[in-house]
């Protein structure tokens, strides 16, 4: 069978005692309680001002950081699980947009209550895998997007990060645009159980390394399933985009069991379609994959599993989380503080060996060239006007003092080549 794409369905033959062991793996994950922990420490170290509050089933998320008082709200977290009949529920602040969350303590999420976020949207990364539970809901009244990306790119090419927290002292106001994979793959799955139903009006997005779907159903207006295998890459999470893989050069697998069913609703502002990278579906021996396409849109609406299917799934190479992980907030980058816009010229006193800055400022340089994006290894934020350091400051162009960084981000389409990651060296000052 042939997707409107032109790309054949395979089929695989999978022993039955793997599904059994994975069987036994989920039920391991399903009797977790609820743990969510966010991350301590000021913006530039990890932390973002994210609270946590537990009262009966429901655990309230405020806080966050939101700058400009925008669009736009982030969370951090060490831990992020949802027992069963739990609710985690972001709680929007009153006109924001955008819920943007990061989990960063190396544990997959086990997503087994409800995921709340009413009246805005939901971006939600963890590089360790995100598994949802058979009774996992979501209760989100716009776009749901789940990855194990990386970091998150916006429209104004600012970044999210899930490891380089520097980057949080220059949080963006502009429209989350894709899922960022950096440094090398593979990258972490993404797992929906047996019986998982996912339900919104808007999109739902699942985007990783590898796409399981055990005999699960989503329905939404778009459904976007992207399986990124090669490193680098980004999947756009923009809505409105007609091939959300662009950037992506070397997709995984898409695994799905018999009984699976990812179905459109009519109704939305853009097309209904279910979007798959690669449109190649892995079933069990003996499953079929049947297909409906819109014939005005030439979309495909519903992917529906069929069939016995002998053997079940191979289990994914995944972390558990019943077992503790280090929460390692060591940072590549030091935080350091924005230097202002007002070109600050950071004075020198010697003997000290010279260090490097992060800010999204356009600051001079020591060779008097100015640039918007340069780098140090410590806050050096100046005192009292006028004031000097205790040691030499060398501002240095991204591309100079952390190219394998830049490198890859380059390399994922998520910067220009010629670009620092806000402005061209000595514009935008």
Not at 102 to 116: A, L, Y
Not at 310 to 327: K, R, Y
Request: proline share 7%; net charge neutral; with cysteine.
């Amino acid at each position: 069978m042939r997707f409107e794409t032109g790309r054949r369905v395979t089929r695989i033959a999978v022993p039955l005692a793997a599904l059994i062991a994975f069987a036994t793996s989920i039920e391991l994950l399903h009797a977790q309680s609820t743990n969510i922990v966010a991350t301590p420490g000021a913006v530039g170290t990890g932390g973002l001002g994210t609270s946590v509050n537990t009262s009966g089933n429901v655990t309230s998320i405020t806080g966050g950081t939101r700058p400009g008082n925008g669009p736009n709200v982030f969370h951090s977290f060490n831990q992020f699980s949802v027992g069963a009949g739990d609710v985690a529920s972001f709680v929007n602040p009153g006109g924001a947009s955008n819920v943007i969350s990061r989990v960063i303590g190396g544990s997959p999420s086990n997503i087994n209550g409800t995921i709340q976020a009413l009246n805005w949207n939901l971006f939600f990364i963890n590089p360790s895998g995100v598994i949802f539970g058979p009774s996992a809901k979501l209760n989100v009244t716009g776009s749901a997007y789940f990855g194990t990306a990386n970091a998150i790119l916006f429209s104004d090419q600012r970044v999210f990060s899930a490891n380089q927290f520097a980057f949080d002292n220059t949080l963006s106001v502009a429209a989350p645009a894709s899922f960022g994979f950096l440094g090398p793959s593979p990258y972490g799955p993404v797992v929906l159980s047996p019986g998982t139903v996912l339900q919104s009006n808007a999109v739902i997005g699942l985007v990783g390394g590898t796409i399981q779907i055990n005999g699960s159903r989503i329905s939404a207006h778009r459904i976007v399933l992207g399986s990124n295998a090669g490193t680098g890459g980004n999947v756009s999470v923009e809505p409105g985009v007609a091939n959300p893989f662009l950037r992506v050069t070397q997709g995984g697998e898409i695994q799905a069991a018999s009984g699976t069913v990812l179905q459109t609703i009519a109704g939305g502002v853009i097309p209904a379609s279910v979007d798959l990278l690669p449109a190649t579906i892995t079933v069990p021996s003996g499953a079929q994959v049947v297909t409906s396409t819109n014939p005005l849109t030439q979309r495909v609406t519903q992917i529906e599993v069929t069939g016995q299917g002998t053997g079940g799934l191979s289990p994914l190479p995944v972390a558990s989380s019943l077992v503790a992980s280090p929460v390692a907030l060591a940072n590549p980058v030091d935080p350091v503080a924005v230097v202002n816009r007002a070109a600050t010229v950071l004075p020198q006193q010697q003997p000290a060996a010279p260090v490097t800055l992060v800010t999204n400022r356009c600051a001079a340089r020591k060779d008097g060239s100015r640039s918007s994006f340069v780098q140090a290894g410590r806050d050096v934020t100046p005192t009292p006007p006028g004031a000097f350091l205790a040691s030499p400051v060398v501002l240095e162009d991204v591309a100079a003092v952390s190219a394998g960084q830049t490198s890859a981000l380059q390399a994922a389409g998520l910067v220009p080549q010629r670009m620092n990651l806000l402005h061209e060296v000595g514009e935008g000052c």
